[in-house]
Structure formats: structure tokens, C-alpha cells
């Protein structure tokens, strides 16, 4: 089982979305991309995350920095 990642004081989905819309990336697209990582994800997937209800898995995480070339620390921030 993977390890999920809570985001209870850690704003990770709001980090994911500002890096990712300063990127100029539509959730369709990022969602796409993530795929390509062989991170099967849904576009509703990603708008709960990046709103904070649904917890992130760290191989979503890991995929995320990679898709939007940025840090852990700039996503956990």
C-alpha cells in the first residue's frame, strides 16, 4: 500500500496549483502528463488534491515535480 501524504498544514495542492498555473498548464493537460509518468490520475483526482480534500500519494507527488520541473520544497512550502 502506498503512502499517502496528509495536507493538513502543508498546503501541497495550493502550491501544485499556483506552480502549475504560472506554468500556464490546464488541469486536462497536467492530467495528461501525469499519465505519461504511468501515474493514472483523473481530472477530479487532481482538482481535489490541488483543493486539499483528497490526500496525495507520493508517487502522484513525485510526478507532479516532474511534470511542473520543480522542487519538493517549492510543492511543500
Not at 509518468?37 to 486539499?52: C, F, H, P, S
Amino acid at each position: 500500500m502506498e503512502q499517502k501524504i496528509k495536507q493538513d498544514e502543508i498546503f501541497i495542492g495550493k502550491n501544485i496549483r499556483r506552480i502549475r498555473k504560472e506554468k500556464g498548464i490546464r488541469q486536462t493537460e497536467m492530467v495528461a502528463l501525469l499519465q505519461l509518468e504511468n501515474v493514472m490520475i483523473t481530472r477530479e483526482a487532481l482538482v481535489k488534491i490541488e483543493r486539499g480534500i483528497q490526500h496525495i500519494q507520493a508517487t502522484q507527488l513525485r510526478a507532479i515535480k516532474n511534470v511542473l520541473e520543480t522542487t519538493y520544497d517549492e510543492l511543500l512550502k
